[in-house]
């Protein structure tokens, strides 16, 4: 048997060497796209990265169980195949890493909109709030419903909220590319603002037909949690539409400059061309 012992003098400055790491490879994938970011930008940049990377990552390992126990295939304390761990299990170490993301966004980005910070400490708070009924579910008799209601709250999240992710990550790599970026932020406007349509949808409609099983705290709490969110999400929809906008605007600019400059061209041409016809015949 190994003996307990220290793993690493650099464990307390693990997160440390995590960023000093990915910016390094960051700064070897996108060179100049990357070094010419100022740092808020680079955090930023980062964040993306880290967000995008840990999203699909969540949503690949929680599909099957997620979607097994929603359609009454099974129950968190189901085993995953070949494994002693259950549903459950995976699951609830996925609210870590669901948690640990916003937690790092909040501590980590040099800047985040009233908006923004409303939303990423409301989700660590519900997802606390969500482990520690857990941990004494027997005597709180929502603790299943609500440990499930933040799994629809993440799901959806991860789903609206990852290629938003990648647009800001091609937003930044081809930010002279105008007519590409317009599509790019059409598209996460789109799914940014019908993501969070049908999850309010579903949300409301598991947390209705429950009903009476909701304690009175979590009766008047869940719809203004909700609230909090769909405003933060509507809020990215609207910061998509204004880039989507301005790409457009950007891309008429760069379409009429081409235009002016080929006017400008015909024209000089043909001045060219009379003068040089008006030589030729005082020459003769």
């Known amino acids: 048997m190994h003996p307990n012992q220290e793993v ?4 307390p400055y693990a997160s440390l060497v995590l960023i000093v790491t990915l910016g390094f490879f960051l700064n070897r994938i996108y060179g100049d796209t990357y070094r010419k970011l100022n740092d808020n930008q680079r955090r930023g940049f980062i964040n993306h990265h880290v967000a995008a990377t840990a999203k699909i990552m969540m949503l690949i390992s929680a599909a099957v169980p997620f979607l097994s126990i929603m359609s009454g295939k099974a129950t968190l304390n189901t085993h995953a195949v070949g ?16 948690t640990a993301m916003y937690i790092f966004e909040l501590f980590f980005r040099a800047k985040l909109s009233i908006i923004a910070v409303c939303h990423h400490v409301g989700s660590v708070a519900m997802s606390a709030v969500a482990v520690s009924l857990a941990v004494n579910w027997e005597n709180q008799p929502d603790a299943t419903l609500e440990f499930i209601m ?3 709250w993440g799901l959806f999240d991860i789903i609206a909220e990852c290629w938003p992710h990648f647009a800001i990550i091609l937003y930044r790599v081809y930010e002279n590319d105008h007519k590409f970026l317009s599509k790019v932020m059409l598209s996460a406007t789109i799914i940014t603002l019908v993501g969070t349509i049908v999850e309010t949808i579903v949300v409301m409609y598991f947390w209705a037909s429950a009903w009476y099983r909701w304690t009175l705290a979590f009766k008047i709490v869940t719809p203004i949690l909700h609230v909090v969110f769909a405003a933060a999400q509507l809020w990215g929809t609207k910061n998509f539409y204004s880039m989507w906008q301005s ?3 950007k891309l008429q600019e760069k379409s009429d400059d081409v235009e002016t400059g080929e006017v400008t061209s015909i024209i000089s041409d043909n001045t060219s061309d009379k003068s040089g016809s008006r030589v030729t015949v005082k020459t003769e």
């Open 150 to 152: 933040c799994c629809l």
């Open 8 to 11: 690493s003098k650099l464990a």
């Open 83 to 98: 494994s002693k761990a259950t549903y459950g299990d995976l699951l609830l170490v996925l609210f870590q890493v669901f």
């Open 247 to 249: 790409q457009k605007r």
